[in-house]
């Protein structure tokens, strides 16, 4: 707000007009983001119904989500892998999707060098989407809190990465929504690891074809 009613005076220099108005747009984002967020988690807590599911390929989605966040991850000189065999699974699809996009977006920002992993398996009736980093890691008081609303393992990094502290709350909602866990399991100065199992489904008939 300061910086919308410093716009409107008339003794800004033309460089503090432009300053000030990235400013303002980058705070608008970030408030935004934070108010989809709290609307996520409040339909998601209120609305199970918002859950469809359906069968689809966990590999093959996991596959497009790579490709959208590869140069994220290049742009940090982090190398984002995703090898797998096809696995399908029974979930609403555009939701499990935004849980592989917050935890590799977070693995990212939290990651200043080396390997960022994305596993699929099938065992006992469940996929298990896996998503390892090389990163910082976290203390186990850290790791008890990660999934606690508006929780930053680190706040300043949180800030410059434009993170609201709620990614890790949703998706632990999403998967909750779905009858299952989230896990994590971290060393610091080694790396962090999330999984989560979904009900596994045979390939569609179609796929087949």
Do not use: C
């Amino acid at each position: 707000g300061g910086y919308l009613e410093a716009l409107a005076t008339s003794s800004l220099s033309e460089d503090q007009r432009k300053l000030y108005a990235r400013k303002a747009i980058t705070n608008l984002q970030r408030l935004n983001t934070l108010f989809n967020d709290l609307i996520e988690i409040a339909q998601l807590e209120y609305r199970e119904d918002l859950i469809h599911a359906a069968d689809f390929s966990m590999t093959e989605m996991i596959d497009d989500v790579v490709d959208i966040l590869r140069p994220k991850a290049e742009d940090k000189a982090l190398t984002l892998i995703a090898e797998n065999d096809d696995h399908f699974v029974h979930a609403d699809r555009n939701r499990i999707r935004q849980v592989v996009i917050n935890l590799i977006e977070n693995a990212i920002n939290y990651s200043d060098e080396g390997t960022i992993t994305v596993t699929v398996t099938r065992e006992n009736g469940k996929v298990t989407t896996t998503v390892t980093d090389t990163g910082k890691g976290m203390s186990p008081e850290h790791q008890e809190r990660v999934f606690e609303r508006f929780y930053r393992v680190d706040p300043d990094r949180s800030r410059k990465s434009g993170g609201t502290g709620l990614g890790l709350s949703i998706v632990k909602q999403i998967v909750q929504a779905h009858g299952e866990q989230i896990f994590v399991d971290s060393e610091l100065g080694v790396g962090t690891r999330f999984w989560f199992g979904l009900p596994a489904v045979d390939v569609p008939l179609e796929e087949v074809a």
